[in-house]
């Protein structure tokens, strides 16, 4: 009983150190805490530890869950980006501009779509 009560501490001790944030351990501890009172209210000294151990384990999952987008300012809404379709082939290029003699006397842009 005694290698039992050894082996269910260290496995407690593992599930606890899993969790990732402060607060999935702090509801690690609650629930192990919660489930081993309740475990041994039924079951005795094995059923604080089975308890313990299942409390533990629930308790880390539910204490360490992710909010949706927890940190964005209030009223934020990422939502998809922006669809616009399938576009043409265009691009702006600067296209030179010629006097009458055929020399170039400056740029201008000009939209190109193939």
């Known amino acids: 009983m005694n290698k039992f009560v050894i082996i ?3 496995a407690i001790t593992t599930f606890l150190s899993g969790c990732a944030t ?9 629930g192990a805490l919660g489930g ?3 475990g041994a209210a039924t ?5 604080a530890v089975i308890g313990g151990a299942t409390g533990a384990l629930l308790g880390g999952a539910i204490g360490d869950q992710q909010t949706y987008q927890g940190g964005q300012p209030r009223g934020y ?4 980006a922006p669809y616009y379709g399938y576009q043409p082939e265009c691009y702006i290029a600067r296209v030179p501009v010629r006097d009458y003699a055929g020399y ?6 000009q939209r190109v779509c193939r």
Not at 43 to 47: A, H, S, V, Y
């Open 8 to 10: 269910a501490l260290l």
């Open 22 to 30: 402060p607060l999935g351990q702090q509801y690690g501890a609650a």
């Open 36 to 38: 081993a009172l309740i």
């Open 43 to 47: 079951g005795g000294g094995r059923g």
């Open 77 to 80: 809404y990422g939502g998809p």
């Open 104 to 109: 170039v006397v400056g740029y201008q842009r």
